[in-house]
């Protein structure tokens, strides 16, 4: 990603999430860091496919084996506290038991998917961003 692309990104992600602390970094042609801090949060890649120009952003939230996690109550708090935003919400998806959705108020944001291996339970988080998303 280029300089430009990095900084359209960075703000839109501090204007998203209303903090100051998030950075977006250059790590690859078409993928780029998170961090809040010095905490990688995770990637950004960077999709022209079909020639559409989006951004996917993808973070891994390990929830690990215990049987009680409640997750959308935990995933609430997690993301709530990870991103610095108390408006973040997680719910389920009406016709989807695979994955949850996020939301910043009313608005969503973007897609936990649950990821199961060996008993150890994760979620990936998923922000598309379009490129008309980056404008202002």
Known sequence: ???SEVRQLDAYLK???GNSRLRVQTAAKD???VYIGEENLGELTKDTEDGDLSYNFRMV????????????????AYL????GNENIRVVGRPKKTDSL????????IGVLF????????????????LD?????
């Not at 709530?80 to 991103?83: D, I, Q, T």
């Open 31 to 33: 993928t780029a860091a």
């Open 101 to 108: 959705e996020a939301y910043i108020g009313e608005e969503f």
């Open 1 to 3: 990603m280029d300089a």
């Open 61 to 76: 939230i390990d929830l690990g084996s215990a049987p009680d996690i409640q997750p959308i109550t935990h995933l609430t």
């Open 114 to 129: 649950i990821e199961e291996e060996r008993g150890r339970k994760s979620y990936i988080f998923e922000i598309p961003i």
């Open 80 to 83: 709530r506290h990870k991103l």
């Open 15 to 17: 204007r998203v999430f």
């Open 132 to 136: 008309v998303d980056l404008v202002g």
